[in-house]
């Protein structure tokens, strides 16, 4: 199961660590998250894992992957991801998370589009900012659309879009 508490707890120490330290691992997170939404190639995943690594102290980036590798494998059927320090096959869905946690830790808002949605077709193409996992489920995440209305969503079903520049999140 994703710990989302480990997560936000995680979050926090990058946020205390990288204002005495600030340097280009903002940057590159940024760099990062592009390839992570635009391809969903092995080397772009591990390039998020090391991200995690150099921007993190090391005992808060060994808890955050092993919660996105518990995640890769109960969530989105990565059966290859259980061995410590591997890094899971890369899914579309996969890396939008990811995406998002990067983002996350840096206070940046993450745009996206709803996309392939089946029983609720309507809300295809819709725009929004995804606020964060949706309480009380562990597959859907929380995304408050244009029109101040929230839906629950799969990760499969977000497209990570570009709405000019990049924004701080709103608390």
């Not at 710990?3 to 903002?26: C, E, G, M, P, W």
């Not at 991200?51 to 995640?71: G, H, S, T, V």
């Not at 993450?110 to 077709?121: I, K, S």
């Amino acid at each position: 199961m994703f710990l989302y508490d480990d997560i936000s707890t995680a979050v926090q120490t990058f946020l205390s660590h990288s204002q005495r330290n600030f340097d280009d691992k903002l940057i590159r997170g940024v760099e990062i998250v592009v390839a992570l939404t635009t391809a969903t190639k092995a080397e772009d995943l591990a390039d998020a894992f090391a991200w995690f690594e150099k921007a993190y102290p090391l005992e808060a980036a060994q808890k955050l992957l092993q919660c996105i590798r518990d995640r890769a494998s109960s969530v989105h059927d990565d059966i290859n991801t259980t061995l410590q320090g591997s890094v899971p096959d890369p899914s579309r869905a996969l890396n939008i998370e990811v995406a998002y946690i990067i983002f996350d830790s840096m206070y940046l808002q993450f745009d996206v589009r709803l996309t392939g949605l089946r029983g609720a077709a309507h809300l295809n193409g819709r725009q929004g900012i995804i606020r964060g996992p949706e309480p009380g489920s562990h597959d859907r995440w929380k995304v408050r659309l244009d029109d101040s209305t929230y839906v629950a969503v799969k990760a499969v079903n977000l497209a990570h879009i570009r709405r000019g520049d990049y924004k701080r999140r709103s608390p």
